[in-house]
């Protein structure tokens, strides 16, 4: 069955630090999403991604963040300076269709220190 | 308005019993309500859906139950396993802006008793 996968599962970074989480969505999904789940707290949508282009972001997703599909498979998140309250778990997801079921990866684990 | 509120936050039952979940939203927009099962450590996986044409779905052991003119779902769970222990987050989408972003429940912890 195919799957989204996410590199790295964990990823451990110092404060003011760039990362880039990776996610390969299911071949020929078109719609892509990273969502965030604080520890022990509810996921939280962060930015949509249809077309080459942000279709919806949240708050949340503020100019630290940015998000694109630099070679047609991966679709990346980047966090330009990292914050302590960065600290989450970064889920991709990705859907096929308008309307239909979103399928989420692993999940990326984020640690700032 | 985009909330979806999720009750209760944790849940006991014996193997075989029947836990419900509730949810209930404000945004008459959402059009689509699915149910997402995780485990710790791991990615929420998508359990079961439903959409306000229909009053009730099952699959397997789970059931929504879907009440459009009161704006609330659940989820029931028959014949209830100790490997159904896991956290369950009801949510909601909307068409909006061609997003379908989904707004998730704060969870609840279920935890069967063998």
């Known amino acids: 069955e195919p799957e989204v996968t996410q590199t790295p599962s964990h990823q451990v970074t110092q404060m003011g630090q760039e990362v880039i989480l990776r996610c390969v969505p299911i071949?020929?999904?078109?719609?892509f999403y990273w969502y965030r789940q604080i520890l022990g707290q509810k996921v939280e949508f962060l930015v949509s991604?249809?077309?080459?282009?942000?279709?919806?972001k949240s708050e949340i997703f503020d100019d630290q963040f940015s998000v694109e599909r630099p070679d047609g498979s991966n679709f990346t998140l980047k966090i330009r300076s990292t914050k302590l309250e960065d600290s989450a778990m970064y889920f991709c997801a990705t859907m096929d269709r308008e309307g239909s079921e979103q399928y989420f990866g692993p999940g990326t684990r984020l640690t700032v220190t | 308005q985009q909330q979806v509120k999720q009750s209760p936050q944790s849940l006991i039952v014996q193997k075989g019993g029947i836990p419900i979940i509730n949810c209930a939203y404000e945004n008459t927009a959402f059009d689509y309500f699915p149910w997402y099962q995780q485990f710790p450590g791991k990615g929420p996986a998508l359990l079961i859906a439903?959409?306000?044409?229909?009053s009730e779905k099952k699959e397997g052991r789970f059931t929504i139950s879907f009440n459009k003119s009161a704006k609330q779902f659940s989820l029931h769970i028959m014949d209830s396993q100790p490997g159904d222990s896991a956290t369950y987050f009801c949510a909601a989408s909307s068409p909006g802006a061609g997003s379908y972003q989904l707004t998730f429940g704060k969870g609840t912890k279920l935890s069967v008793i063998p």
């Open positions: 439903i959409r306000p044409d229909v």
């Open positions: 991604f249809y077309n080459n282009e942000i279709s919806e």
């Open positions: 071949s020929n999904h078109l719609y």
